[in-house]
Structure formats: C-alpha cells, structure tokens
C-alpha cells in the first residue's frame, strides 16, 4: 500500500526583530502557511500556536516559525526557492530543519491552534468550520493554513482591531468608504473593511498566491461582488478614503508617494509591520502631505493613522 503524502515542514528559531522578514521569506519561497510559536517550550507545546486572547497582542523574543509547504513540493525544490526568496530579499539563508508532516497531523495543527477571535465589541474572526461565538456579530470567515493574515500575527491583529473598535457604537462604521489594502495577503483587511460596511475595496499584492487566496476568502464572505483584487497597478490611478497597509518598514518608506496618492485629501492611511523605533522616519517620509493622529504602539509593533491634507 502506498503511504499517505506528507505535508513538508521548514522550522527556524528567530527573535522578535527578525521575524517579520522570515515569515516574509517563507511565503515568498511558496510556504501555504507561516506559524508562531513560542520558542521557550516548543518541544512541550509542538504545534500549539499562542493565540492573542481577544484585544490582546503578543510577542515573544524567541520565537520559532513554521512553513508549511504543499505535499508535492519536493526537498531540492523547496532549498532552491528558499535560496532565491532569501536573494529577493536581500537576507542570508538562516538555519532551518526540514521535516515531513502526516496530513492527520497537519490538519489537526490548524483544528487546534486557530481559533475564534474578537476584535471590538461586535467583530470576530473565525475558522470556516467553527462555530462562531457570537452568531449576530459580524463574523470574517477563514480557512486555517491559508496565506498570511488569519489574524494571528500581531500587526494583522492591530489593524483588525482599529477597524473593529467602532463596532460597539455601529455595525457598518465604514459606511461609504471606498477602501485599498496594499499588500492584501489573505486579503483579511479588505474583506473585514467591506464586512464592516465599506462601499468597495481593492486588495493588491506582489504575490499571486495571495491574490488566489484573496478571491477564495472574499467569496467565502460573501464580498467578491465588491472587492477587485489585483497587482499594485489595479489602484495606480484611483484615491479612496481608506488605505490600509500591513507592509514592512521597507515597502512603506519606498512606496511614500505610490500611498499617498492612493488616499484622497481628508482621507485616511492606515499602516502597521512597522517598529516602535521606525515610527518617527515613517512620520517624516510622510509628514509633507499628513497629518499624523496619535500612533498605537503594542509589545514593540505600531500602528500608525494619519489624515491626508
Ligand atoms: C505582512 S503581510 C500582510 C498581509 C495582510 N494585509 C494582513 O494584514 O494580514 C504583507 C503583504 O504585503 C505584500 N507586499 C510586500 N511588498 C509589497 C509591495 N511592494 N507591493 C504590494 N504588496 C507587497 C506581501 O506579499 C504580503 O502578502
């Protein structure tokens, strides 16, 4: 009889400056699906991810990172790719092990470590198998193990809750905003933008993978009629209200004028994987065309807001 195929699994332990890069990395050579978890007790804890409760976001400062990679993705293959996206990414190949993963095994990883969680008071982000804590909340379904973003990484979760903090006053506290996520990953942002009310919204990554995984989950949510998802150069001639940009440090700086342009004048940008110490350079860059609103800084990661003048 013919064993079962194996899921592949990429492990490297990282600190807290360094892991927003590597997960980049990971997704970049073809990873389904990057997860945290806590170095301290790995062994003990396996494949148990720690979860945010609801509102909270943490950070540890050893952490170690899991690539889960398609079952047909062959070892050669998969060192190949993880040697271009390192060149991409201007970064040396860090140490990392290599293992096989029992499908069982992998689907129960997701079961077991993703779960419900609450931003604001009537915003949730929940597993498509689950049940869903709140039935009459507003309720973003998600399949584990799919893209960057179920909501689990720390700069995703700051953004979620900015969007989901009005709920206790409204339902749709986006009402009538035309919204942009730039770098869409999941595409997480943007569906939870039309969820919680936005007119229509445009998610655009550098990844076709994410933009895949982008469309599934919109449909999923019941929102593709409303979201286009794209390239960048989908939004190269558009200015909305919203702009929502989990990118890294790096992008932001280089895309300065690129977001600038995509917001309109009295309109809003909305960005977050930045750093406590790179909040005040990315003020800066920015500060000739917005006004900056007091920024949210978590466990060393900021969120940033700032009007357009
Ligand atoms: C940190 S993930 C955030 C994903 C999602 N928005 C979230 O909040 O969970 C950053 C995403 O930005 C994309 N990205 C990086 N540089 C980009 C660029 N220059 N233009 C568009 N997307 C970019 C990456 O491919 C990745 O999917």
Known sequence: MTAAPEWLEITLKTSRDEVETLENWLFKSGALSVTLLDSVDDEELSHAVLEPVPGEVRLWDDITLVGLYA?????????DAL???????????????????QE?????????????MQFGEHFWICP?????????????????????????????AQCLAWMGAETARTLRPLEG???????????????????????????????????SATRDNARQNGVLDKLEVGMPELVNDLS????????LFKPLMDLAD???????????????????????PLRERYSEHFEFEPGQDQDGWALMTAIRR
């Open 128 to 156: 498509t198998e689950q049940e869903a804590p709140d039935p009459s909340a507003i309720n973003l379904r998600l399949d584990p193990g799919m893209a960057f973003g179920t909501g689990t990484h720390a700069t995703t």
């Open 177 to 211: 905003c035309r919204v942009i996520d730039y770098g869409c990953g999941s595409g997480v942002l943007a569906i939870a933008a039309l969820l919680l009310g936005a007119e229509r919204a445009w998610a655009v990554d550098i990844d076709p993978q994410a933009l």
């Open 83 to 101: 040697h271009l996206a390192a060149a991409m990414l201007e970064i040396a190949v860090p140490a990392f092990t290599a293992s096989r993963l």
């Open 258 to 280: 690129t977001l600038t342009a995509s917001v309109k004048p009295g309109g809003r940008l909305v960005v977050s994987g930045i750093l406590r110490e790179q909040m005040e």
């Open 240 to 247: 909305v209200e919203l702009v929502l940009a989990n990118i």
């Open 71 to 79: 079952r047909e993705t062959l070892l050669d293959e998969l060192h």
């Open 104 to 116: 069982r095994e992998w689907e129960r990883t997701w079961m077991d470590t993703f779960k419900p």
